[in-house]
Protein backbone atom coordinates (compact mmCIF):
# COMPACT_ATOMS: atom_id res chain seq x y z
CA UNK A 1 0.00 0.00 0.00
CA UNK A 2 2.30 2.96 -1.09
CA UNK A 3 1.05 6.20 0.21
CA UNK A 4 2.29 8.78 -2.39
CA UNK A 5 0.11 11.95 -0.67
CA UNK A 6 -0.40 14.45 -3.24
CA UNK A 7 -1.48 11.68 -5.94
CA UNK A 8 -4.69 12.03 -6.18
CA UNK A 9 -5.73 11.09 -2.37
CA UNK A 10 -9.00 9.55 -2.40
CA UNK A 11 -11.41 6.31 -2.65
CA UNK A 12 -10.22 4.75 -6.19
CA UNK A 13 -6.95 5.48 -5.46
CA UNK A 14 -6.66 3.82 -2.37
CA UNK A 15 -7.84 0.66 -4.01
CA UNK A 16 -5.74 0.71 -6.88
CA UNK A 17 -2.81 0.98 -3.77
CA UNK A 18 -4.81 -2.10 -1.98
CA UNK A 19 -4.93 -4.03 -4.87
CA UNK A 20 -0.95 -3.29 -5.42
CA UNK A 21 -0.27 -4.68 -1.82
CA UNK A 22 -2.21 -7.70 -2.62
CA UNK A 23 -0.18 -8.22 -5.44
CA UNK A 24 3.02 -7.39 -4.37
CA UNK A 25 2.98 -9.23 -1.01
CA UNK A 26 2.83 -13.34 -0.85
CA UNK A 27 -0.06 -14.73 0.90
CA UNK A 28 2.13 -14.25 4.15
CA UNK A 29 3.34 -11.28 4.47
CA UNK A 30 0.66 -9.23 3.83
CA UNK A 31 -0.09 -7.37 6.96
CA UNK A 32 3.93 -6.81 7.03
CA UNK A 33 3.40 -4.77 3.57
CA UNK A 34 0.59 -2.90 5.08
CA UNK A 35 2.40 -2.06 8.10
CA UNK A 36 5.87 -1.43 6.36
CA UNK A 37 3.34 0.97 3.95
CA UNK A 38 2.03 2.71 7.03
CA UNK A 39 5.47 3.68 8.21
CA UNK A 40 6.51 4.76 5.20
CA UNK A 41 3.76 7.24 5.23
CA UNK A 42 4.36 8.21 8.54
CA UNK A 43 8.11 8.83 7.73
CA UNK A 44 6.50 10.85 4.64
CA UNK A 45 4.47 12.99 6.78
CA UNK A 46 6.95 13.88 9.19
CA UNK A 47 9.32 15.31 6.05
CA UNK A 48 6.24 17.03 4.35
CA UNK A 49 5.95 18.76 7.90
CA UNK A 50 9.28 19.29 8.30
CA UNK A 51 9.88 21.17 5.40
CA UNK A 52 6.44 23.37 5.68
CA UNK A 53 8.21 24.39 9.10
CA UNK A 54 11.25 25.05 7.00
CA UNK A 55 9.87 27.46 4.55
CA UNK A 56 7.88 28.82 7.24
CA UNK A 57 11.12 30.44 9.03
CA UNK A 58 12.79 31.15 5.89
CA UNK A 59 9.77 33.25 5.24
CA UNK A 60 9.42 34.76 8.75
CA UNK A 61 13.55 35.53 8.43
CA UNK A 62 13.12 37.36 5.34
CA UNK A 63 15.42 34.49 3.13
CA UNK A 64 12.91 33.94 0.73
CA UNK A 65 9.70 36.82 -0.43
CA UNK A 66 8.40 33.73 -2.54
CA UNK A 67 5.06 33.15 -0.25
CA UNK A 68 3.85 30.44 -3.02
CA UNK A 69 6.41 27.91 -2.16
CA UNK A 70 5.14 28.27 1.80
CA UNK A 71 1.63 27.98 0.63
CA UNK A 72 2.29 25.11 -1.25
CA UNK A 73 4.62 23.61 1.60
CA UNK A 74 1.73 24.05 3.95
CA UNK A 75 -0.88 22.64 2.06
CA UNK A 76 1.23 19.19 1.34
CA UNK A 77 1.63 19.11 5.38
CA UNK A 78 -1.70 19.71 6.11
CA UNK A 79 -3.28 17.38 3.22
CA UNK A 80 -0.34 14.49 4.82
CA UNK A 81 -1.29 14.68 8.44
CA UNK A 82 -5.33 14.77 7.47
CA UNK A 83 -4.68 11.59 5.81
CA UNK A 84 -1.98 9.99 8.10
CA UNK A 85 -5.21 10.82 10.63
CA UNK A 86 -7.65 9.36 8.98
CA UNK A 87 -5.23 5.66 8.56
CA UNK A 88 -4.45 6.01 12.02
CA UNK A 89 -8.15 5.81 12.96
CA UNK A 90 -9.67 3.37 10.47
CA UNK A 91 -6.84 1.33 11.91
CA UNK A 92 -8.03 1.79 15.61
CA UNK A 93 -11.68 1.31 14.46
CA UNK A 94 -10.44 -1.73 12.74
CA UNK A 95 -8.51 -2.66 16.44
CA UNK A 96 -11.36 -1.68 18.65
CA UNK A 97 -14.00 -4.10 16.65
CA UNK A 98 -11.33 -7.33 16.60
CA UNK A 99 -11.10 -6.81 20.14
CA UNK A 100 -14.97 -6.81 20.47
CA UNK A 101 -15.21 -10.03 18.76
CA UNK A 102 -16.30 -12.80 20.56
CA UNK A 103 -14.56 -16.25 20.44
Request: hydrophobic fraction near 45%; aromatic fraction near 6%; charge should be negative.
Amino acid sequence: MDFKIMSAVGPVRVAENVEAVKQKAPSGNMFETILNSAIDNINNTNSLLSDAENEEVKFAMGQTENAHDLMIALNKASTALQYTVAVRDKFLDAYKEIMNMQI
